[in-house]
């Protein structure tokens, strides 16, 4: 949120239950691993490490050079981080090590998503889509389309990509074979 903080809310009662403090500028992203910690990603280039039960702060992730936009977890239960610097970045949320630096846009990162078998899709505003190793780090293959690419999201078996760009056309991208 834009007062810098992230708020649990009782989703029956609609109680808030606790806030949670600790980023120096405005919240924007947020993830939730299948264990229950909170991964923030926040304008003070910063992600947080937090357990949602007790509210308490467990570490920071410190590398990116710009302002987090997202966040996701992996199947494997790591981290990937965007930012405005326009890399990805990801993270062991245990040690709070940052295991690989990806980059390849020569824009801003915008969306982050990842797939069951471990792939990072990435959207820029260069008008790209990237596809990701995420354990190597390595480039698979890149879709360029002929507008900036505003969204993106993975079909529920991992194998399709859906990309939607600014003039409205929405692509399906098959990722077999990759």
Wanted: aromatic content about 6%; glycine content about 8%; overall charge neutral.
């Amino acid at each position: 949120s834009f007062d810098n903080t992230l708020k649990v809310w009782d989703m029956e009662t609609g109680k808030e239950l606790r806030t949670l403090r600790g980023h120096r500028r405005s919240v924007e992203a947020v993830a939730v691993t299948p264990e229950g910690l909170v991964i923030s990603g926040s304008w003070d280039n910063t992600l947080k490490v937090w357990d949602m039960e007790t509210g308490k702060e467990l570490r920071t992730l410190r590398g990116h050079s710009r302002e987090v936009k997202a966040v996701a977890v992996t199947p494997e239960g790591l981290v990937i981080s965007r930012s405005g610097d326009k890399t990805l970045k990801l993270w062991d949320i245990e040690t709070g090590k940052e295991l690989h630096t990806l980059r390849g846009h020569s824009s801003f990162v915008r969306a982050v998503a990842v797939t069951p078998e471990g792939l990072v899709i990435s959207r820029s505003r260069d008008n790209t889509l990237k596809v990701l190793d995420i354990q190597t780090a390595e480039l698979l293959t890149t879709f360029t389309a002929d507008y900036p690419i505003w969204c993106c999201a993975v079909s529920g078996d991992g194998r399709t990509v859906v990309a939607g760009d600014k003039s409205g056309r929405v692509s399906f991208l098959r990722l077999e074979g990759l």
